[in-house]
């Protein structure tokens, strides 16, 4: 295979100018003043130019040539290409193949997914990502791992370390009497329910909408989901929470159909379309600033505030939740026991029943 490296730069003499000589960047179409008028001075500095330029071109010829043996397209597979790629490696009606489809329409894109992939420059996926949105920082991430994965980048195009920080708007807890003002405003029954069960399980929307009667035993006073992010992995790396009816989430189960999906229209709507007919009920409230999603925050902070283990709100809400990192590790405030109180019980413990009743020790909260 016969391998032609194009000289990057040529020369070009303005005689408007007096005959100085220019020195013009055939990839960027920019033009610098070489400031003289000999032109063998200029072709000297043109060939060293050129020269300086043309051993990293060489070097990527020579790796397109070794890569395309193993790959042929290797040497005019695009972003677009790439991105096409990944959509269709997503199951057919799932929500990230959807959010893709949705990310693949982003005009910042436009500029990359014609560029092939062995030739793109760090700077230019770090100018689109720059112009997007948290959205375009997070899938396009998600697109180059995807090609490095496939080998079809022997290294990534923008290193990690010179990504932008993904930065997510605040996120905050619908608090107990907004919940109050949904839940009385909302005159659809079935949708009601599913707000009031939202409040108590803290599952995301897509998980409680698609809740069935026979997730719930009541043997046992347990409910139990499969997380809907999860669906398509292993069964074994797979471990849905299972979380204890309460008094007040017992009412609400026992008022849901005791057979098939408990939510049947709701289950059948998509997830976007949910969101929005709650965010116009919030708006129609003047509650401004929360989604459904924001019941996972108010399930996290009321855990948090109550004492409840964060092992045990992990187990509820998944291990990688947002909504527990941020509830247990700096939004919601809590009243810390004293320690010499959670001396004393231990102190009680260890006493024999009749010499702890006369010492009268005080019993702290969340103690067990």
Known sequence: ?????????????????????????????????????????????????????????????????????????????????????????????????????????????????????????????????????????????????????????????????????????????????????????????????????????GGSQSDVANLEAEDIDWTDYTVCYDRQKLAGLDETDIKPPLIRIGKRCEAILRSLPKAGPLFPNLAKVKAKDRANEFRQRCHGLGIRGVTLHSYRYSWAERARKSGYPRREAEEALGHNSRAVHIAYGQRALVKVSSLEDYEDVAAKKNLNPEKAAQLDLPIPQNVD
């Open 1 to 201: 295979m016969l391998v032609i490296v194009k000289n990057r730069f040529r020369l070009i003499a303005y005689r408007s100018l007096g005959g100085i000589y220019y020195l013009h960047d055939n990839e960027s179409g920019k033009r610098s003043s070489l400031e003289t008028k000999d032109k063998g001075r200029a072709t000297e500095i043109l060939v060293a130019r050129n020269e300086s330029s043309r051993e990293p071109a060489f070097n990527l010829q020579k790796a397109r040539v070794y890569l395309s043996a193993s790959d042929p397209a290797i040497a005019t597979r695009t972003w677009g290409m790439a991105l096409e790629a990944l959509i269709a490696s997503k199951p057919a009606e799932s929500e990230n193949r959807a959010r893709l489809v949705r990310f693949s329409k982003e005009k910042v894109l436009e500029p990359i997914l014609k560029v092939v992939l062995l030739e793109t420059r760090a700077e230019q996926l770090l100018d689109v990502v720059t112009a997007g949105t948290v959205s375009t920082n997070t899938f396009l991430r998600r697109l180059q791992n995807f090609c490095v994965g496939m080998n079809w980048l022997p290294w990534p195009a923008l290193p990690k370390k010179l990504w932008p920080p993904v930065k997510f708007k605040k996120k905050r807890a619908i608090k107990h009497d907004e919940h109050l003002k949904i839940v009385a405003r909302e005159k659809n029954v079935e949708r009601r329910n599913f707000y009031e069960l939202f409040w108590h399980l």
